[in-house]
Each structure stands twice: as C-alpha cells, then as structure tokens.
C-alpha cells in the first residue's frame, strides 16, 4: 500500500506517521535481512540521521545484501559529514560523493529485492532534521506502483552515475584522500548551534522518570539509575550519538552533554543514550535529580538548547501558572505512556515563562 505523511506528526494517509517509520517499513518489516540493495540518495547527510538504521544496515550487509548511498559534498559547505561516512563504511555500504555545490537536491530512499522494488521520494534530507522535527513530506510506492511506473533502482543509480559529475568514493583504507576532504567534522569545535535548533523540549513526567527523584535512599525504588525517558523525535535535538555502547549485545549510541539543572543551581555533564535496538526511545541522564523531591508524575520539565553541547533544565509543577501555559505544547504522546512532548523556539518559551534562557552561557 502506498503511504503519505507529512512530519513531525502533522498529517499521514496510512499507519506510518513520518519519515522514520516509513524508512523502517521499508528497510525493516517489509524486507528480509540480507535480501538485496538497500539505497540513500540525499543531498545532506550526518550521524543522528542514520543512527537508528546504522544496526539495520551491518545485519544486511553481513548477510549478503549491500547499501549503496549517493550523498552530496562540498569542501566550504556542510553538506555531510566525516561521521555518518565513516559509520556507513564501518557497516560496508558503497558510497559515492557528489562535488559540486547545491547540485544534490534528490532526497529519495528504498530498495531492490526480488520481490520488486520500493521508493520513498521525501523533502527530508539523511540528517537528524530530516528525519524529526523539519516539516517533511515524504511518499512511498510500493512494489506495485514502482513495477506499474517501471521504475528501476539500478538504472537511476546507473544514470546518475553516468552524469558527468564530480564524482567520489571515500574509504577507511586512505582518510586524507580527496574524498574526505568534502565532508565535514560534526565534532569540530567551529561549528556554531544553528538558531533554528535553539529549541526547547517540553515534555510531561511519568512515573518511570520520577520514582528515584522521590525514593528514600536506600530503598529498593531509589536503585537503578535516574533518567528521563524522551521522544525518539529527538534526533536533531542532540549532537552527534557517536559514542557506542561497550557492554550488551543491543546496540546503542551516546553523546555527551552539559546540563545545567536549573532548579538545583549546578551543572554536570550527562549522557544521553539512544537505544537503537530496543525501545528507540532517547534517555536523558538527570542523576543530579535522585532524592531531590523536585518532581512528581505528571509536572512538566522544559529542556532547552543553547549550545552546541549545553542544555538547561527546568521542572515545573502541576496546578501552577508556568505549567498550565507549557502544557498546551506537549501534544504529542510517546509510545502507550502516559506522556507527552513538544518543541517550541527558545524565545516562545521565554515569552511563555518569562525567563531568560541561556543564562547557562553567561554565568
């Protein structure tokens, strides 16, 4: 069945509700692992816009099938990155570079199988925006609709190829090859928080979240380590996940971030873990919180960024004026919980509240 969606959870035709799911439909429980070519045709690509498929790729390629990605690349822009190419060729895929400025505007994913081919033509670029909170469309046709246009992932793929672009194909084997130098460093210190993810994320406790803020130490529900649970919308939301997990066998990927907890008056670096072969929720490190009494279910906590690594934490109480003004943005609900979350700019959030954010930066 042919799907349409608009994202992030704006409009959607079918069960699928963005891009992700799309991508998940077509790469995960409508494809046998191994079976084929699993293809990426954008223009911009980084490490949290592939970061839930990473695991999905290395099980395919191992198994015998290949992912062929055709990316855009610049040495003055950044258009992808070292990390997601890297981790892409980690996994064994192919990927070929385009060199030539504002030429990759193709978004479009699928694959090729033997029981026909799928397509997903998007606006949503391979990034962490992409494939969350940018406002995205994206349509899949599936191996009827692909077969009544006679569409054909190699011959597109052969096509472009044959164009007489600047073409180019990184590997580990030589880093410092040309290639490289036509995508960028996500965790080079230049790189300045764009104002467009200067955002806030309002999100509304369960008691999962809050138990261990309000056990007595020593106790059996203050064991386990505190956290809060969050949206799997949060891909471009946090820097690059490229931390991966050392223990387990269900991959995960982590970053590290400064949180000023706001109501406590101290900062700590914490972690935020993306399990990309479980839950796929995001959790959020908040152990400064434990045996704090600051929260209860259903307060509301307000995460701001305001850098490109720096983040402040606000908690705010049920039946109190801040909390009735922030819960009309929590409208989307995460997984069967009884929780809620949205994105609001950073200056909406401090006309609501009236409060300065990024007094972090400042102090």
């Known amino acids: 069945m042919n799907e349409l969606t608009v994202h992030p959870n704006v409009y959607a035709t079918g069960r699928s509700k963005g891009l992700v799911p799309l ?3 077509v790469w995960l429980r409508e494809h046998e692992t191994g079976d084929g070519t699993l293809y990426i045709v954008s223009g911009f690509a980084n490490y949290n816009g592939g970061v839930r498929f990473f695991p999905v790729f290395r099980r395919h390629i191992e198994q015998g099938g290949r992912v062929v990605a055709i990316f855009g690349g610049s040495t003055q822009q950044k258009l ?34 033997c029981n026909g081919e799928m397509l997903v033509v998007t606006s949503g670029n391979f990034t962490g925006p992409g494939m969350a909170q940018n406002v995205e469309m994206a349509i899949l046709l599936d191996q009827t609709t692909t077969r009544s246009l006679r569409f054909s992932w190699d ?21 410092t090859s040309p290639a490289w130098q036509l995508l960028y460093d996500e965790k080079s210190s230049r790189i300045v928080l764009d104002e467009t993810n200067e955002i806030t994320l309002i999100l509304s406790l369960g008691h999962a979240d809050t138990v261990r803020i309000n056990a007595r130490s020593g106790t059996a529900q203050a064991q386990g380590t505190q956290y809060f649970w969050l949206s799997r919308d949060c ?24 949180m000023d907890f706001v109501d406590l008056g101290h900062k700590e670096e914490v972690r935020v873990t993306f399990e990309a072969e479980n839950n796929l929720d995001f959790r959020l490190g908040t152990g400064p919180l434990r045996h704090s009494k600051l929260a209860q279910t259903g307060d509301i906590t307000a995460i701001s960024r305001v850098g490109e690594t720096r983040y ?16 009309p943005y929590a409208t989307n609900f995460i997984g069967n919980r009884d929780k809620q ?21 400042h102090s």
């Open 341 to 361: 979350y949205g994105f609001i700019s950073n200056q909406e959030f401090q006309t609501t509240i009236g409060t300065r954010v990024g007094r972090s930066s």
């Open 155 to 175: 011959a597109m793929i052969e096509a472009m190829l044959a164009q007489r672009w600047d073409f180019y194909q990184p590997n580990l084997a030589n880093t």
């Open 80 to 113: 992808t990155s070292q990390q997601v190419v890297r981790e892409l060729l980690n996994c064994g895929a192919e990927i070929h570079l385009v060199n030539r400025k504002r030429l990759m505007h193709v978004k479009s994913y699928g694959s090729k199988t």
């Open 312 to 327: 402040e934490l606000r908690l705010y109480r049920q039946n109190t004026p801040a909390h009735r003004a922030l819960a």
């Open 235 to 258: 891909y471009d939301f946090f820097p690059p996940l490229i931390i991966p997990n050392k223990r387990g066998y269900k991959k995960t990927y982590s970053c590290l971030i400064e």
């Open 23 to 25: 991508l998940e439909r």
